[in-house]
C-alpha cells in the first residue's frame, strides 16, 4: 500500500464516518442531549465530549496528512526474517496493527470506547457509596427519605444481588457458583469499602487512558477484565460490545495511541519504534580476505 495525502483525507472521512456509526449503534441520541448536562464537573453526561471527540478526528487527520506532505510512502509490510516455523500474518493486518500512518483509523475506537468508560467512571468517583461517603434521598415505601451512603455501599448492594438466589428459581445473576462465592467473600471480607473507589478510579483512568492514548494496551487490558467481571457478575448493559471493541484496540496497541501520548510514552520505554518512526536496523559487515592467488 502507497500512502499519499489524498489516501489520508481519505482514511479521516472515513474515521468521521465510523465514528459516527459507533455512537448511534450505542446511543439512541450521542449528540442531542444537554451539551453540559445537569451537574457539569461531577456527571460528565452532557454531549459535548462527544462533539469534542468528533472535531478532533479530522483535525488530527488533517494534522497527520500534513505531516506527509507531497511524498508517497511504500507501507507494504515485507517479510522481516526466515525463522523456520514462523508464521506471518496476512499483509493488510500487519499494516493496520502495525503501521503508524494508519492511526487515524483507530480513533473511533479509542473514542467511543473512552467516552463511555470516562462516563462511567467520573460520576462514581462523587457518587456516595461508591468513591465518597454522604447522604443520599431513596425512596422508601413510597416517601422519599435520607439515608446514609458509606463508601462502597452501592458496590456491596450491587455484588450481594448477584449472589443472592431469586426465591423463586433459586438461581444467582453469577451464573458460576464459583463467582458468586467469590463475589460473597469480598461482601463479607469489608472489601467493598476500598474497592468501591478503587473501580471508580479505574473506570477513570481506563477512559483517559483510551482518550489520550496513553499506554493504550494497559488501559484497553484493564477494560476488558472489569467489563469481564462485570458480566461474570450477571449484568450485561454496555459490557459486551464495549469487550468486543476493546479486544481490536488491544491487538492494536501498538500503533493505535500514536496520534495521542502514546506517540512519546512508547519510545520512552523503549518500545515498539523509536522516536522517528522507522524501525532502527543493525548492518554487519562480513571483512573479505584478500586475494593472495598467483598473477598468472
Known amino acids: ?148 451512603m458509606n463508601r462502597g455501599d452501592s458496590l456491596k448492594g450491587f455484588l450481594m444481588g448477584a449472589y443472592t438466589p431469586n426465591p423463586d428459581t433459586g438461581a444467582t445473576k453469577a451464573v458460576f457458583g464459583w463467582y458468586a462465592d467469590f463475589l460473597q467473600w469480598i461482601v463479607d471480607s469489608g472489601a467493598t469499602s476500598w474497592l468501591g473507589p478503587v473501580i471508580a478510579w479505574g473506570e477513570t483512568a481506563v477512559g483517559l487512558g483510551l482518550l489520550f492514548g496513553a499506554l493504550l494496551g494497559v488501559a484497553a487490558f484493564f477494560g476488558t477484565v472489569m467489563n469481564m467481571n462485570f458480566m461474570l457478575a450477571g449484568t450485561v448493559s454496555s459490557n459486551p460490545w464495549m469487550f468486543g471493541l476493546t479486544i481490536f484496540i488491544i491487538l492494536g496497541w501498538k500503533v493505535a495511541g500514536f496520534l495521542g501520548l502514546d506517540r512519546w510514552l512508547l519510545p520512552a520505554v523503549g518500545t515498539p519504534w523509536n522516536r522517528n518512526g522507522k524501525r532502527e536496523t543493525t548492518t554487519t559487515t562480513t571483512p573479505i580476505a584478500p586475494d593472495t592467488s598467483p598473477v598468472v
Not at 459535548?48 to 483535525?59: G, K, M, T
Not at 493496520?96 to 487515524?104: P, Y
Request: net charge negative; with cysteine; aromatic share 14%.
Open 1 to 148: 500500500m502507497v500512502i499519499t495525502k489524498t489516501k489520508l483525507y481519505t482514511f479521516t472521512v472515513i474515521a468521521v464516518l465510523a465514528y459516527l456509526f459507533l455512537e448511534f449503534m450505542v446511543d439512541d441520541s450521542p449528540f442531542g442531549g444537554p451539551f453540559f448536562g445537569d451537574d457539569f464537573g461531577k456527571t460528565l453526561d452532557g454531549s459535548w465530549i462527544r462533539w469534542l471527540c468528533l472535531i478532533l478526528i479530522p483535525v488530527l487527520g488533517i494534522w497527520q496528512a500534513n505531516q506527509l506532505g507531497d511524498r508517497e510512502i511504500d507501507i507494504t509490510p515485507r517479510r522481516a526474517d526466515d525463522t523456520p516455523g514462523q508464521v506471518d500474518d496476512p499483509a493488510f493486518w500487519r499494516t493496520f496493527t502495525g503501521n503508524t500512518w494508519l492511526a487515524i483509523l483507530w480513533l473511533p475506537l479509542r473514542f467511543v470506547l473512552g467516552g463511555h468508560w470516562l462516563q462511567a467512571g467520573w460520576h462514581k468517583m462523587f457518587d456516595a457509596g461508591w468513591g465518597t461517603s454522604g447522604v443520599v434521598t431513596k425512596m422508601v415505601d413510597g416517601a422519599a427519605t435520607e439515608v446514609q
